[in-house]
């Protein structure tokens, strides 16, 4: 794959010059006949790294020669994306909810269809009054830190507490909720709810819901690179749904909301699960693709949306 990349940046816009603008060809050319899905932004968004600009900065330095160690980071981050490696993972970072948040190989890569805990979870705590009003969030399983400081952009008085087994985990969250400048989240290592005590208006969760023999099937960008400790449930992909129905009732305030996300096909079993336990749920939320993505479950009898 190097070789490809070094032809693709030798390319000239004119006798001696290689641009901003032809790099972003050669990398989007590159990138479709690899059929990678997005090869046009995963292309302006390496060659934006590269420079340091953003999109409007790139547009107005289109014209502007590249020089030599600019076009060797360039095809380097090109035959890494040709390897399947995610672009959050070479640039390091990925926006969710408009915030910049790192990523690192201890964390999943937010994604697009997350947000929908967080429309959902808004929409709950809407309906029971201000957002202004203090509020108590606990985030399962918090990985970068994602849902909880997405939340918290949006809760101005909130304090919100951010699980997770993994160190590496928690302390790349830390360093988010830092440059983030909110200083209303704290996070704690244990086994979801393991460690955590005291009542909540607000509990959400993007637990590990692939089923271990399906993990293999995935595609390069998420087998290779997510740590299998966030992607794996158990052998039908329900372990961590049952761990959080057995303990959420108990951490629930009386009109609290738990806001979890879903895997292709489980609204129905996870349902189940958590009525078992003795909490009401609604029909999920689709994300954008239509899919039945977030659930949303209370001790209440009233729907809180």
Same mark, same amino acid.
């Given at each position: 794959?190097?070789?490809?990349?070094?032809?693709?940046?030798?390319?000239?816009?004119?006798?001696?010059?290689?641009?901003?603008?032809?790099?972003?060809?050669?990398? $989007? +050319?590159?990138?479709?006949?690899?059929?990678?899905?997005?090869?046009?932004?995963?292309?302006?968004?390496?060659?934006?790294?590269?420079?340091?600009?953003?999109?409007?900065?790139?547009?107005?330095?289109?014209?502007?020669?590249?020089?030599?160690?600019?076009?060797? $980071?360039?095809?380097?981050?090109?035959?890494?994306?040709?390897?399947?490696?995610?672009?959050?993972?070479?640039?390091?970072?990925?926006?969710?909810?408009?915030?910049?948040?790192?990523?690192?190989?201890?964390?999943?890569?937010?994604?697009?269809? $997350? +947000?929908?805990?967080?429309?959902?979870?808004?929409?709950?705590?809407?309906?029971?009054?201000?957002?202004?009003?203090?509020?108590?969030?606990?985030?399962?399983?918090?990985?970068?830190?994602?849902?909880?400081?997405?939340?918290?952009? +949006?809760?101005?008085?909130?304090?919100?507490?951010?699980?997770?087994?993994?160190?590496?985990?928690?302390?790349?969250?830390?360093?988010?909720?830092?440059?983030?400048?909110?200083?209303?989240?704290?996070?704690?290592?244990?086994?979801?709810?393991?460690?955590?005590?005291?009542?909540?208006?607000?509990?959400?969760?993007?637990?590990?819901?692939?089923?271990?023999?399906?993990?293999?099937?995935?595609?390069?960008?998420?087998?290779?690179?997510?740590?299998?400790?966030?992607?794996?449930?158990?052998?039908?992909?329900?372990?961590?749904?049952?761990?959080?129905?057995?303990?959420?009732?108990?951490?629930?305030?009386?009109?609290?909301?738990?806001?979890?996300?879903?895997?292709?096909?489980?609204?129905?079993?996870?349902?189940?699960?958590?009525?078992?336990?003795?909490?009401?749920?609604?029909?999920?939320?689709?994300?954008?693709?239509?899919?039945?993505?977030?659930?949303?479950?209370?001790?209440? $009898?009233?729907?809180?949306?």
């Amino acid at each position: 794959m190097t070789p490809a990349a070094g032809v693709a940046l030798d390319r000239r816009d004119g006798a001696n010059a290689f641009s901003v603008s032809a790099a972003r060809r050669a990398l $989007t +050319e590159q990138f479709r006949a690899a059929g990678l899905d997005s090869p046009e932004l995963d292309a302006r968004i390496l060659v934006g790294h590269t420079l340091a600009l953003d999109h409007a900065g790139l547009a107005a330095a289109s014209a502007r020669i590249l020089d030599a160690g600019e076009r060797t $980071t360039i095809a380097a981050f090109a035959d890494r994306r040709l390897a399947r490696e995610p672009v959050a993972r070479i640039v390091g970072s990925k926006e969710f909810w408009s915030l910049k948040l790192r990523v690192d190989p201890t964390t999943l890569v937010p994604r697009p269809e $997350t +947000e929908t805990i967080v429309e959902t979870a808004l929409a709950a705590v809407d309906t029971g009054g201000s957002r202004l009003r203090p509020l108590q969030i606990a985030d399962l399983g918090t990985g970068s830190g994602a849902l909880l400081l997405a939340l918290l952009a +949006e809760l101005p008085n909130a304090f919100g507490i951010g699980t997770d087994t993994s160190i590496g985990a928690l302390r790349t969250a830390r360093d988010n909720a830092r440059c983030l400048q909110f200083p209303r989240a704290a996070f704690v290592a244990c086994d979801m709810s393991a460690a955590l005590g005291g009542l909540f208006d607000l509990i959400v969760s993007n637990p590990p819901y692939i089923a271990s023999g399906d993990i293999a099937a995935l595609t390069p960008e998420v087998r290779d690179h997510d740590p299998r400790a966030a992607l794996d449930g158990g052998v039908d992909g329900l372990d961590y749904y049952r761990a959080i129905a057995a303990a959420v009732p108990a951490l629930l305030k009386p009109a609290g909301s738990l806001i979890i996300e879903l895997g292709e096909g489980q609204a129905r079993a996870v349902a189940a699960l958590f009525a078992a336990a003795g909490l009401k749920t609604w029909p999920p939320r689709a994300d954008l693709g239509g899919m039945p993505r977030a659930l949303l479950a209370s001790k209440a $009898t009233t729907a809180p949306r």
